[in-house]
Nanobody
């Protein structure tokens, strides 16, 4: 079974930055489209960004476009999410997964934006 370990979350003020990382187990990470998702309290999980298997193509939710950047390092089985200009509404637990997603989500990493 795949393991997904997300890290890098924390508490930041509005306008701050964080860089999330997610390491996936296994040796076929490089063939998957990978994405970052988030789930805020009381809301459904939503897609934030995704990146093609080779890293050459990315796509973002409108709410984060221009502020977040997704990238990956296939040699390290790792996908990243650089988050700049954080807003209160970015507060959520952030998860990585492939597209379409595995049933397993991992523990995610909490991002809290608060003044």
């Amino acid at each position: 079974q795949v393991q997904l370990v997300a890290s890098g979350g924390g508490l930041v003020h509005p306008g701050g930055s964080l860089r999330l990382s997610c390491v996936a187990s296994g040796n076929i990470f490089k063939i998957y489209i990978m994405g970052w998702y988030r789930q805020a309290p009381g809301k459904q999980r939503e897609m934030v960004a995704y990146i093609s298997s080779g890293g050459g193509s990315t796509n973002y939710a409108e709410s984060v476009k221009g502020r977040f950047t997704i990238s990956r390092d296939n040699a390290k089985n790792t996908v990243y999410l650089q988050m700049n200009g954080l807003k209160l509404e970015d507060t959520a637990v952030y998860y990585c997964n492939k597209l379409p997603n595995w049933d397993y989500w991992g523990q995610g990493t909490q991002v809290t934006v608060s003044s």
